[in-house]
């Protein structure tokens, strides 16, 4: 129990008492705002994880699979302190994304909660550009980098991996726990950074939400790889995917020359593949900027 009356409950059903005042001990003390708590900080990320995980496949998700009827089972399920996910709940319920349905939690409003969740995922982390000492064809390299260093695959490789199918083109990004500042080519084996404006082979990156990816990777092939959510966070806020990533889908290198072309097109850190296939594919109702309004469809 704090000086100013406030408490903290931990047990059982018991969260809704949190942070209550006792009876005429704030009798002429001004009321003071409490600070709210990051909603999308490292660990609500993956406990957002964990409450959702009942959504997804197994093999998608590396996280708990229950329901949950108080804080402290989910703190126990998540391997996380009971006060921090009494204070996720209560965030969370703040912000009116959780309701009791059936004596269990239910995330609701998800639209919006993924909304706000892509925007935290803006934050930005280091990286290093590195290229690869001796090149080896295909996916196997950037499998053998990440055995050897223990670290997780992430973005558009793990979407790969995970056979979720996403764009091409785009160099790995391999996710590691601390980047050091200085001498890098000391410190990842077999890999060295690129000289300013060349392409590189392979990203390394340090993650904004490092328990949160960590802790829900998926295990493929002896590697560990990113979760389908963390993939869709990361590939939400990707440069790589282009400004009309709502309204295109790019197939094959004449569609990606096509793209380079437009004076609005952002600049792409990789060459484009010499292709033969289909250049720009969209959907047959897309409305496409400066296109007239669409007739409506036959029946």
């Not at 704090?2 to 949190?18: K, M, Q, V, Y």
């Not at 921090?84 to 998800?110: K, P, T």
């Not at 990533?245 to 004449?254: A, C, N």
Request: a positive charge; proline letters at 8%.
């Amino acid at each position: 129990m704090a000086e100013d009356g406030g408490a903290w409950f931990a047990g059982p059903g018991l969260e809704e008492l949190d942070d209550l005042m006792l009876p005429g001990h704030d009798q002429g003390k001004p009321v003071r705002p409490r600070k709210a708590s990051d909603l999308f900080s490292d660990l609500n990320q993956w406990l957002l994880k964990v409450l959702l995980a009942s959504e997804l496949p197994v093999h998608l998700l590396n996280a708990p699979r229950a329901s949950y009827r108080h804080g402290s089972a989910l703190a126990e399920a998540a391997r996380v302190s009971v006060m921090g996910a009494s204070r996720f709940l209560r965030r969370m319920r703040e912000e009116g994304f959780l309701e009791n349905f059936a004596q269990a939690f239910r995330v609701v409003r998800c639209g919006e909660l993924f909304r706000r969740w892509q925007s935290a995922a803006l934050r930005t982390s280091p990286e290093l550009r590195m290229a690869c000492l001796i090149p080896a064809p295909g996916s196997r390299q950037l499998q053998k980098v990440a055995v050897g260093m223990g670290d997780c695959i992430g973005v558009f490789a793990a979407a790969d991996l995970l056979k979720l199918g996403h764009v091409g083109g785009v160099p790995p990004h391999l996710y590691v726990r601390h980047l050091l500042p200085t001498s890098p080519d000391a410190s990842w084996a077999g890999l060295a950074p690129v000289s300013p404006g060349e392409p590189a082979q392979i990203i390394l990156k340090q993650p904004a939400a490092p328990e949160s990816l960590f802790r829900a990777a998926m295990r493929v092939d002896n590697v560990l790889v990113s979760d389908a959510l963390q993939i869709w966070l990361d590939a939400s806020v990707q440069p790589s995917r282009g400004a009309w990533r709502h309204r295109l889908v790019f197939v094959g290198g004449w569609a990606q020359r096509l793209f380079r072309l437009h004076p609005r097109a952002r600049a792409l850190e990789y060459e484009p593949l010499a292709t033969l296939d289909t250049d720009v594919a969209f959907g047959r109702q897309a409305q496409l900027e400066g296109s007239p309004p669409l007739a409506p469809a036959q029946t």
